[in-house]
Protein backbone atom coordinates (compact mmCIF):
# COMPACT_ATOMS: atom_id res chain seq x y z
CA UNK A 1 0.00 0.00 0.00
CA UNK A 2 1.13 3.14 -0.38
CA UNK A 3 -1.65 5.54 0.73
CA UNK A 4 0.42 6.22 3.86
CA UNK A 5 3.16 8.32 1.39
CA UNK A 6 1.44 11.12 1.73
CA UNK A 7 3.90 13.12 -0.54
CA UNK A 8 2.03 16.33 -1.24
CA UNK A 9 4.29 16.72 -4.27
CA UNK A 10 7.07 14.93 -5.64
CA UNK A 11 9.57 14.86 -8.37
CA UNK A 12 9.71 11.70 -10.32
CA UNK A 13 12.64 9.50 -12.43
CA UNK A 14 11.36 10.63 -16.09
CA UNK A 15 13.20 11.73 -18.59
CA UNK A 16 13.27 15.97 -18.84
CA UNK A 17 12.55 17.82 -22.07
CA UNK A 18 16.33 19.74 -23.17
CA UNK A 19 15.90 23.25 -22.98
CA UNK A 20 15.62 23.88 -26.72
CA UNK A 21 12.76 21.69 -26.77
CA UNK A 22 11.23 23.67 -23.66
CA UNK A 23 11.59 27.20 -25.60
CA UNK A 24 10.39 26.44 -28.94
CA UNK A 25 7.39 24.67 -27.21
CA UNK A 26 7.19 27.94 -25.09
CA UNK A 27 7.34 29.80 -28.43
CA UNK A 28 4.31 27.90 -29.64
CA UNK A 29 2.16 28.38 -26.50
CA UNK A 30 2.91 32.31 -26.30
CA UNK A 31 1.46 32.43 -30.07
CA UNK A 32 -1.50 30.26 -28.95
CA UNK A 33 -2.56 31.14 -25.90
CA UNK A 34 -5.91 32.14 -24.74
CA UNK A 35 -8.53 32.28 -21.82
CA UNK A 36 -9.16 28.78 -19.96
CA UNK A 37 -13.24 29.06 -19.81
CA UNK A 38 -14.09 26.09 -18.40
CA UNK A 39 -16.01 24.76 -15.11
CA UNK A 40 -12.79 24.83 -13.06
CA UNK A 41 -11.72 27.98 -14.48
CA UNK A 42 -14.96 29.72 -13.73
CA UNK A 43 -15.34 28.73 -10.08
CA UNK A 44 -11.57 30.19 -9.03
CA UNK A 45 -12.24 33.29 -11.33
CA UNK A 46 -10.43 32.57 -14.85
CA UNK A 47 -6.94 32.79 -13.56
CA UNK A 48 -5.32 30.97 -16.63
CA UNK A 49 -4.68 31.51 -20.20
CA UNK A 50 -3.82 28.30 -21.82
CA UNK A 51 -2.65 26.25 -25.27
CA UNK A 52 -3.77 22.46 -25.89
CA UNK A 53 -1.59 19.85 -27.08
CA UNK A 54 -3.93 16.94 -26.70
CA UNK A 55 -8.13 17.17 -25.35
CA UNK A 56 -11.09 16.07 -27.30
CA UNK A 57 -12.49 20.00 -27.56
CA UNK A 58 -10.28 23.10 -27.94
CA UNK A 59 -8.27 21.77 -31.04
CA UNK A 60 -8.74 22.95 -33.92
CA UNK A 61 -6.97 20.57 -36.00
CA UNK A 62 -7.10 17.44 -34.15
CA UNK A 63 -5.16 14.60 -35.67
CA UNK A 64 -4.84 10.95 -34.09
CA UNK A 65 -1.62 9.24 -33.75
CA UNK A 66 -0.85 5.68 -33.37
CA UNK A 67 2.07 4.00 -31.19
CA UNK A 68 1.19 6.59 -28.34
CA UNK A 69 -1.00 6.29 -25.49
CA UNK A 70 -4.68 6.13 -26.76
CA UNK A 71 -7.21 9.11 -25.96
CA UNK A 72 -7.94 12.33 -27.18
CA UNK A 73 -6.40 13.71 -30.39
CA UNK A 74 -3.32 15.51 -30.29
CA UNK A 75 -2.96 18.91 -32.25
CA UNK A 76 -1.69 18.23 -35.63
CA UNK A 77 0.69 21.72 -35.49
CA UNK A 78 2.00 20.65 -32.51
CA UNK A 79 2.94 17.18 -33.43
CA UNK A 80 4.36 19.00 -37.07
CA UNK A 81 6.52 21.08 -34.80
CA UNK A 82 7.91 19.01 -32.08
CA UNK A 83 7.69 15.33 -33.06
CA UNK A 84 10.51 14.79 -30.61
CA UNK A 85 8.31 15.62 -27.75
CA UNK A 86 6.02 12.81 -28.38
CA UNK A 87 7.97 10.22 -26.51
CA UNK A 88 8.42 12.75 -23.50
CA UNK A 89 4.79 12.81 -23.10
CA UNK A 90 4.14 8.76 -23.51
CA UNK A 91 6.83 8.08 -21.13
CA UNK A 92 4.26 8.71 -18.77
CA UNK A 93 2.75 5.63 -17.24
CA UNK A 94 -1.07 6.57 -18.13
CA UNK A 95 -3.00 3.90 -20.22
CA UNK A 96 -5.36 7.00 -21.38
CA UNK A 97 -4.79 10.39 -22.05
CA UNK A 98 -7.75 13.06 -22.11
CA UNK A 99 -5.87 16.15 -21.89
CA UNK A 100 -2.69 17.55 -22.35
CA UNK A 101 -2.86 21.32 -21.70
CA UNK A 102 -0.24 24.19 -20.82
CA UNK A 103 -1.40 26.49 -18.15
CA UNK A 104 -0.61 29.76 -17.85
CA UNK A 105 -1.56 32.16 -14.35
CA UNK A 106 -2.20 35.82 -14.79
CA UNK A 107 -3.72 36.19 -11.45
CA UNK A 108 -3.58 34.93 -8.15
CA UNK A 109 -4.91 31.29 -8.13
CA UNK A 110 -6.81 30.36 -5.22
CA UNK A 111 -6.35 27.03 -3.71
CA UNK A 112 -8.67 24.28 -5.04
CA UNK A 113 -8.20 20.59 -5.41
CA UNK A 114 -8.40 18.91 -9.63
CA UNK A 115 -11.06 17.49 -11.32
CA UNK A 116 -8.71 15.69 -12.49
CA UNK A 117 -8.53 13.91 -9.46
CA UNK A 118 -12.07 12.17 -10.68
CA UNK A 119 -8.83 9.55 -12.96
CA UNK A 120 -7.70 8.47 -9.84
CA UNK A 121 -10.58 7.59 -7.37
CA UNK A 122 -8.03 5.16 -6.26
CA UNK A 123 -6.34 7.04 -3.05
CA UNK A 124 -3.72 4.69 -2.35
CA UNK A 125 -1.95 5.51 -6.47
CA UNK A 126 -1.70 9.80 -5.01
CA UNK A 127 0.42 11.15 -5.58
CA UNK A 128 -1.24 10.92 -9.72
CA UNK A 129 -1.30 14.28 -11.03
CA UNK A 130 1.72 14.29 -13.55
CA UNK A 131 2.45 18.02 -13.93
CA UNK A 132 6.00 19.78 -15.86
CA UNK A 133 7.07 22.95 -14.90
CA UNK A 134 7.66 25.18 -18.51
CA UNK A 135 8.53 28.48 -17.46
CA UNK A 136 8.72 29.52 -13.27
CA UNK A 137 7.23 32.38 -11.40
CA UNK A 138 9.58 34.76 -11.36
CA UNK A 139 8.05 37.64 -9.27
CA UNK A 140 6.13 35.62 -7.14
CA UNK A 141 7.00 32.00 -5.15
CA UNK A 142 4.92 30.83 -8.03
CA UNK A 143 3.25 27.19 -7.16
CA UNK A 144 2.10 26.44 -3.68
CA UNK A 145 0.31 23.26 -1.78
CA UNK A 146 -1.34 23.24 1.47
CA UNK A 147 -1.78 20.71 3.83
CA UNK A 148 -4.96 19.53 4.69
CA UNK A 149 -5.49 17.74 8.05
CA UNK A 150 -6.96 14.52 8.03
CA UNK A 151 -10.45 14.76 8.28
CA UNK A 152 -10.45 16.51 4.49
CA UNK A 153 -8.16 13.57 3.00
CA UNK A 154 -9.84 12.36 0.03
CA UNK A 155 -12.90 15.09 -0.19
CA UNK A 156 -12.37 17.00 -3.43
CA UNK A 157 -13.87 20.18 -1.70
CA UNK A 158 -11.18 22.97 -1.59
CA UNK A 159 -11.41 24.47 2.17
CA UNK A 160 -11.41 28.51 1.38
CA UNK A 161 -12.17 30.78 4.51
CA UNK A 162 -15.78 31.82 4.01
CA UNK A 163 -16.30 29.68 1.45
CA UNK A 164 -19.67 28.40 2.57
CA UNK A 165 -19.62 24.63 3.94
CA UNK A 166 -16.62 25.48 5.54
CA UNK A 167 -17.12 27.67 8.50
CA UNK A 168 -15.96 24.35 10.65
CA UNK A 169 -12.80 25.52 8.85
CA UNK A 170 -10.64 28.09 11.66
CA UNK A 171 -7.22 27.30 11.22
CA UNK A 172 -5.64 28.73 8.04
CA UNK A 173 -3.34 26.18 6.05
CA UNK A 174 0.25 27.29 6.11
CA UNK A 175 1.32 27.01 1.92
CA UNK A 176 4.22 25.63 0.68
CA UNK A 177 5.89 26.40 -2.59
CA UNK A 178 7.27 24.26 -5.29
CA UNK A 179 10.40 24.89 -6.80
CA UNK A 180 11.78 22.42 -9.42
CA UNK A 181 13.77 23.16 -12.75
CA UNK A 182 11.51 23.59 -15.79
CA UNK A 183 11.24 20.21 -17.87
CA UNK A 184 11.30 17.73 -15.00
CA UNK A 185 8.38 15.65 -14.32
CA UNK A 186 6.97 15.63 -10.92
CA UNK A 187 3.76 14.81 -9.25
CA UNK A 188 0.89 16.60 -7.27
CA UNK A 189 -1.15 15.24 -4.75
CA UNK A 190 -5.03 15.69 -4.77
CA UNK A 191 -5.80 13.37 -1.50
CA UNK A 192 -4.16 15.22 1.04
CA UNK A 193 -3.01 18.15 -0.52
CA UNK A 194 -4.91 21.14 -2.05
CA UNK A 195 -3.10 23.82 -3.99
CA UNK A 196 -2.95 27.21 -5.78
CA UNK A 197 -0.62 29.88 -7.02
CA UNK A 198 0.74 33.05 -6.39
CA UNK A 199 1.15 35.54 -8.66
CA UNK A 200 2.62 39.02 -9.04
CA UNK A 201 3.08 41.20 -11.70
CA UNK A 202 5.55 40.51 -14.41
CA UNK A 203 4.77 36.56 -13.61
CA UNK A 204 4.30 34.49 -16.73
CA UNK A 205 4.34 30.74 -15.35
CA UNK A 206 3.70 27.81 -17.48
CA UNK A 207 3.67 24.43 -16.12
CA UNK A 208 1.88 21.19 -18.46
CA UNK A 209 -0.84 19.55 -16.84
CA UNK A 210 -1.69 15.50 -17.83
CA UNK A 211 -4.53 14.08 -17.20
CA UNK A 212 -5.34 10.48 -18.00
CA UNK A 213 -5.80 7.11 -16.68
CA UNK A 214 -3.15 5.92 -14.16
CA UNK A 215 -1.59 2.25 -14.76
CA UNK A 216 -1.83 1.16 -11.56
CA UNK A 217 1.58 -1.31 -11.82
CA UNK A 218 3.88 1.61 -14.09
CA UNK A 219 2.86 4.11 -11.61
CA UNK A 220 4.28 2.64 -8.43
CA UNK A 221 7.14 1.17 -9.83
CA UNK A 222 7.52 4.70 -10.70
CA UNK A 223 6.97 6.15 -7.07
CA UNK A 224 9.25 3.33 -6.02
CA UNK A 225 12.16 4.35 -8.50
CA UNK A 226 11.37 8.17 -7.51
CA UNK A 227 11.51 7.64 -3.79
CA UNK A 228 14.97 9.23 -3.29
CA UNK A 229 14.08 12.23 -5.37
CA UNK A 230 13.11 15.74 -4.32
CA UNK A 231 9.24 15.87 -2.68
CA UNK A 232 7.42 18.09 0.35
CA UNK A 233 6.01 15.59 2.81
CA UNK A 234 2.33 16.18 4.31
CA UNK A 235 3.66 17.02 7.78
CA UNK A 236 1.78 14.68 9.45
CA UNK A 237 3.76 11.95 8.07
CA UNK A 238 6.70 13.57 8.96
CA UNK A 239 5.52 13.42 12.17
CA UNK A 240 4.92 9.97 12.01
CA UNK A 241 8.34 8.93 10.46
CA UNK A 242 9.54 11.10 13.90
CA UNK A 243 8.04 8.86 16.28
CA UNK A 244 8.41 5.35 17.34
CA UNK A 245 8.15 2.69 15.18
CA UNK A 246 4.96 1.56 16.67
CA UNK A 247 3.56 5.42 16.12
CA UNK A 248 4.74 5.12 12.99
CA UNK A 249 2.70 1.40 12.26
CA UNK A 250 -0.50 2.90 13.76
CA UNK A 251 -0.42 6.01 11.84
CA UNK A 252 0.18 4.01 7.99
CA UNK A 253 -2.84 1.73 9.74
CA UNK A 254 -5.11 4.94 10.15
CA UNK A 255 -4.28 5.89 6.37
CA UNK A 256 -4.80 3.03 5.37
CA UNK A 257 -8.45 2.39 7.01
CA UNK A 258 -9.50 5.58 4.75
CA UNK A 259 -11.80 4.33 1.81
CA UNK A 260 -10.62 4.71 -1.58
CA UNK A 261 -14.19 5.70 -2.74
CA UNK A 262 -13.43 9.01 -0.23
CA UNK A 263 -13.52 10.99 -3.19
CA UNK A 264 -16.15 9.66 -5.28
CA UNK A 265 -18.55 9.82 -2.08
CA UNK A 266 -18.02 13.03 -1.48
CA UNK A 267 -18.41 14.55 -4.55
CA UNK A 268 -21.10 17.01 -3.98
CA UNK A 269 -22.67 18.71 -7.60
CA UNK A 270 -23.31 22.22 -6.12
CA UNK A 271 -19.80 22.80 -4.80
CA UNK A 272 -18.21 22.21 -8.39
CA UNK A 273 -17.09 25.58 -9.26
CA UNK A 274 -14.26 24.88 -6.23
CA UNK A 275 -12.12 22.60 -8.13
CA UNK A 276 -10.17 22.65 -11.71
FE1 LIG B 1 -5.19 22.85 -10.14
Avoid at 24 to 29: D, F, K, P, V
Avoid at 106 to 134: F, G, I, Q, W
Avoid at 186 to 207: A, R, Y
Avoid at 258 to 265: A, F, H, M, N, R
Wanted: glycine share 6%; proline share 8%; net charge negative.
Amino acid sequence: MLKYNLKMVMEVDLPPLPQTLIDGILAWHDSKKALLDNIGAAGVGYPWIASHIRDNVSIDDPVNLENTIPGSPWNSEFVKLFPEAIPFFDSLPLTNIERIVLIESTKLVPPHVDRSKTHCPNNSLEPASYRMHLRKAVKSNGFYMQPRPMKEWGNHRAIIMGSPGYEHMTESLPARSWKIDPGKWWLLDNFCTQHGSDWKEGDDKVIVSVQGQIDPVRHKELLDRSAHMKCIKHEALVTAENGSPEQLAAFIKIVNAIPDDTYESSFKPTYGSLFQ
